[in-house]
C-alpha cells in the first residue's frame, strides 16, 4: 500500500535552532515530492520539490530537502528557524504518471518559541 | 502561480442536508482536485474534477455522497450529501499549474455538521 509518515506530529524549539523534519515514503514507481507548509490562518504553500536531478533541493525561505532514494526518504531542514516558521509542515508524494494527485503524510506542526 | 477562491469559508449545517462549495480559479487549469482534510488528519484525494466529463473518484469515495461539477477550466463544486457529524471537515480545492509544476491549494471550506 502507498504510503507517506512524517516522523515527528509535533516540534517545539527555540529560535536560531536548526531544524530537520522526517518524511518516508512507500509508493511504486517514480515518485515526485514535495513539502508544504501551512502558517495559521492560511492555506497551503508550496516550499519545495523535487522531480528529478539533484537530490538537494532548495526551496523558499532558507529551506531545503534531500532525496535518499535508497532509504525512501525525502528530510527537510533548516539549519535556523525564525519565529515566523511556526507553522505545519506536510509532505507529499505523487506518482509522476499524476503528479497533481498527492498523497501527503500527516503533518508536523513545528511552533519556535522566541 | 494560480489563484484560487472557495465559497463558503466556513459553514455550520444540519445532519441530513447537503452543501455545495465552490471553487473558482483565475486562470484555465486543466487538472483540479478535492481534497478533504478530517480533524487532526492529514489531506486525503476526494476525487479528480475533470472538465466536461464526470469527476474520478479515490477509493472509499464515491458519487451520490460527494457529488462534482466541472462546467469549464476554471470554476468547480464540490457537494456534500446527506451530511452526517463524521462529514465535519476542511475541504480544499487544488489545481494544477503545468508550467510550474506545482499544485496550489485554496483557504478550504471548513464545515461543522450538527
Known amino acids: 500500500a502507498q504510503s507517506v509518515s512524517q516522523h515527528n506530529h509535533h516540534v517545539i524549539l527555540s529560535e536560531a535552532a536548526s531544524l530537520e523534519l522526517g518524511c518516508n515514503y512507500s509508493?511504486?514507481?517514480?515518485?515526485?515530492l514535495f513539502w508544504y507548509v501551512q502558517y495559521p490562518g492560511q492555506h497551503l504553500q508550496l516550499l519545495l520539490k523535487?522531480?528529478?536531478?539533484?537530490?538537494l533541493v532548495k526551496g523558499i525561505k532558507g529551506f531545503e530537502a534531500e532525496f535518499i532514494k535508497s532509504k525512501f526518504s525525502f528530510n527537510l531542514r533548516k539549519p535556523s528557524v525564525q519565529w515566523s516558521d511556526t507553522a505545519e509542515y506536510f509532505c507529499?508524494?505523487?506518482?509522476?504518471?499524476?503528479?497533481?494527485?498527492?498523497?501527503f503524510g500527516a503533518g508536523t506542526q513545528v511552533v519556535v518559541t522566541p | 502561480s494560480a489563484v484560487i477562491s472557495q465559497k463558503p469559508s466556513r459553514d455550520i449545517c444540519q445532519r441530513g442536508t447537503s452543501l455545495t462549495i465552490q471553487c473558482q480559479v483565475d486562470?484555465?487549469?486543466?487538472?483540479m482536485f478535492w481534497y478533504r482534510q478530517q480533524p487532526g488528519q492529514s489531506l486525503t484525494l476526494i476525487a479528480t474534477?475533470?472538465?466536461?466529463?464526470?469527476?474520478?473518484?479515490e477509493s472509499g469515495f464515491v458519487i451520490d455522497k460527494f457529488p462534482i461539477s466541472r462546467p469549464n477550466l476554471t470554476f468547480s463544486t464540490l457537494t456534500v450529501s446527506n451530511m452526517s457529524p463524521e462529514d465535519s471537515s476542511i475541504y480544499l480545492c487544488?489545481?494544477?499549474?503545468?508550467?510550474?509544476?506545482?499544485?496550489?491549494f485554496g483557504q478550504g471550506t471548513r464545515l461543522t455538521v450538527v
Open positions: 523535487y522531480f528529478s536531478g539533484d537530490p
Open positions: 486562470s484555465q487549469v486543466t487538472m
Open positions: 474534477a475533470n472538465q466536461g466529463s464526470e469527476a474520478t473518484y
Open positions: 509508493y511504486g514507481g517514480t515518485v515526485n
Open positions: 487544488s489545481v494544477v499549474d503545468g508550467g510550474a509544476a506545482e499544485a496550489f
Open positions: 507529499a508524494v505523487a506518482s509522476t504518471d499524476s503528479w497533481g494527485k498527492l498523497q
